[in-house]
């Protein structure tokens, strides 16, 4: 096996072929391109041919990832070995969607029992508030469920809900992340408090974000029931002492360990909203396709394995070609927020300038992450995908059968996804646009003028993956390898993506302005800082 520094280089020179070649002519040198560059693992179909890398580059990729032992990573992760150094913590979400009767261990202690406990009391709790078992303080069933929580407390549920929601669901279930008041006023407008379940999710049960939304939503309850509504609060954290400090009953409180990291928790108690409002059979349908992929991540040799290869993908583009942006389109308006919850993923976990072991890194890390859903973003930013002076490297997510609707429109979707990725690769040459022009008998002056702007200049890769329906096991699938592809990454670039000391800074200078914006004492600030804040206390 090639040493790190030989394997990154032979990375680094397979990327500087790569820019004299075109991806599009890969194909008819490589006879056997498309198929060693596609697979299926966990119901996803996972399309990589059209990525800037030869079939050469990619045994480069793979010589790197070994070098850079994933393997041995990989048994440490699912070992619940301590992989997040920095916090002292194992990173064991695998754990929390393995089949029952499992045998995981977060640092040697059984965790597998306690997991299997709570994932039968969220079913039981949501069954109670689903079929009218459990009323709320006057009696009346559950009708809405508020989930408040915010990051790693958010994304997942609120992409899981939109994801899989009935069109009219039993259960109307909402949302409230950000401290703006807006959002917890449009979530609590028309709702009845006496129908109404508040679910408070926070790992820590600090998160400043969300004790405030929490206390309002409290405050809301007990305007209209008394002390009584306290009954509808529902708290998930690990911080238990907290949550009955608020006033949340026992019975309502579920826990998580402290191996579970935020960004990887929908699949804990941090899920229950999502229990309640799709019932626990979709909730473990989801659980069981995260599993699928788990054991797909596990068992498949890097060479045929989803997350590793995905992960390599994104690095030849990163690191190799120096591209520090990638785009995230779901050809899939039920998908819309997977962007979303891919930044946080990604770059939370792996937006590091350090290694685990505090050096500074060796290569560039994480890429920023954007996105929306396919078409709406051809009428957005796909002009710059095409024809912008940078190649963004893409990953299209579609859905073969629509979940609802006309299905004409879901294969106009479909034909815009294909088209799309078609497009961005192949391109359009200019003698092509001189040729259709000139028979179209536009003067040969316009021409000149013209031929450039409406020329295409491909070679932009896309990865192209594909669900046969978006149901939770495909779901759980889709979301379980991007977790894995992240964790591939880390272990390339060396770094702890498990843990997030990036976001710590200006939390703590959000506490002391907001002492000053209160009307306590001025602290010391720069002039722009200091002038900002004069302006806001009026
Ligand atoms: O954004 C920082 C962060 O700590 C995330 O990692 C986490 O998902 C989010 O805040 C919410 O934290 P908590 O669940 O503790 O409220």
Redesign the pocket.
Known sequence: MADLTTAWKALEAAAAGARCRRIVDLFAAEPERLARLTLSAAGLDLDLSKQPWSLADLHASLDLAAACGVEVARARLFAGETMNASEGRAALHMALRAPKGSDFRAQGEPVSAEVDATRVRMAAFAEAVRSGGLTGATGKPFRHVVHI???????GPRLVWEALRPVSPQIDLRFIANVDPAEAVFALQDLDPAQTLVVV???????Q??MTNAQTAKAWLRAALGPQGDAHLVAV?TALDLVTAFGVRADQVFGFRDWV???Y?VWSA?GLSCVIGLGAEAFEGLLAGAAAMDAHFQAAPLASNAPVLLALAHIFNRNGLGRPVRAVVPYAQRLRLLPNFLQ?LEM?SNGKRVTADGRPVAHATAAAVFGDAGTNVQHAFFQLMHQGTDAIPLDIIAVREASEGDPAAQTILLANAVAQAEALMVGRTEADVRTELTAKGVPAAEIETLAPQRTFPGDRPSAFILLDRLDPMRLGALLALYEHKTFVEGVLWGINSFD?WG?ELG?SLASRVLGELQGGPAAAHDPSTAALIGKLRG
């Open positions: 929580g915010i990051g790693g407390s958010d994304f999710v926070s790992k820590t049960f600090t998160t974000e969300t954290s990291g935020g960004r928790s941090v946080q939370e997030q976001v939390k």
